[in-house]
């Protein structure tokens, strides 16, 4: 069965890190690049990042490229993102995803874990 299971999200002040993990399993881990997505209440799911199979990795918005940060340990085959200096407009339910490539459809999907930044 496959199986993609996302944690460490939780309540963080504003400015605060938070480290994100998506631990696979059920498929052939090292063959599939790891996206990031999130999705905020009434809006549109949107693609964080994401980690290629061969560890290059991209954050799509520019406000983000200096405070997130995606790795992967493929002895764990589990998926990490780092989020520094955090905003409270990023608060959304948090999502990995696997696919071949980055630019392909992904495939499998975890259940989410919520990330709320607040004082």
């Known amino acids: 069965e496959v199986q993609l299971v996302e944690s460490g999200g939780g309540l963080v002040q504003p400015g605060g890190s938070l480290r994100l993990s998506c631990a696979a399993s059920?498929?052939?881990?090292?063959?599939?690049?790891i996206g990031w997505f999130r999705q905020a209440p009434g809006n549109k799911r949107e693609a964080v990042g994401c980690?290629?199979?061969?560890?290059?990795?991209?954050i799509n918005r520019d406000s983000q490229k200096d405070r997130f940060t995606i790795s992967r340990d493929n002895a764990k085959h589990t998926v990490y993102l780092q989020m520094n200096r955090l905003k409270p407009e990023e608060t959304a339910v948090y999502y990995c995803?696997?696919?071949?490539?980055?630019?392909?459809?992904?495939?499998?999907w975890g259940q989410g874990t919520q990330v709320t930044v607040s004082s």
């Open positions: 980690i290629s199979k061969r560890n290059f990795s991209t």
């Open positions: 995803a696997a696919a071949p490539e980055c630019w392909d459809e992904f495939q499998y």
């Open positions: 059920g498929f052939s881990f090292d063959d599939y690049a």
